[in-house]
């Protein structure tokens, strides 16, 4: 369940969402916001902090009464005091806006493993052509050949698939890897590039990373 009040950041994140096998609902009535998320039992709630009628942490204070629900709020204060505030209160992980999409799936992902919520219908896996990508553990099948990636070239390989048939610029890939809170320079960017190009050959798909000189990268 998405709470959050911005309709053009709640429609990006569903449609983030939606696109990566969640099943996703937003909520709609703030004034009774704690009701409408019990009588909803989502698996997990990304929850902004300034939402209006109520406080976020506040509406995660009177949601810890009720349910063990999985929280990671999202929000644009960037305040230790803010985070310590919505780790005491309850939430179980907390991201910041501007974020970075991959990464916010992989702490969804991360979350709803750690609390051990039941999956169902969720898609733990994006599909790329036949190749399977197991976005928790961070590894690429083809029928019974696995490929492991690194933590960087599961992010470089994540935002390429997210905007497949697009060119990515570097900065872009830079500033994924920057959020992932590693420093990476522009010859450790070319680096992990070419140590995900070499893991897609070996498992059958050599060439699927195209350099366009100038611009960036483009998974076809």
Known sequence: MIVEDDKIISNELK???????????????????LEEIINEKPDLILLDINIPFINGEVLLQSLRKKSNIPVIMVTSINSEIDEALSIS????DYITKPYNPNILLLRIGAVLKRTKTNYGSIQTELTYKDLKFDIQK??????NNEIELTKNEMIIFSYLLNHQNKIVTRDELMTALWDNSEYVNENALTVNISRLRNK????????VIDTRKGMGYILL
């Open 89 to 92: 209160y309850g939430a179980d």
């Open 15 to 33: 449609k983030l969402l939606d696109n990566n096998g969640y099943e996703t609902s937003t909520l709609k009535d703030y004034k009774n916001a």
């Open 200 to 207: 897609l050959k070996e498992i059958g798909y050599p060439d």
């Open 138 to 143: 961070g590894i690429i099948k083809k029928d």
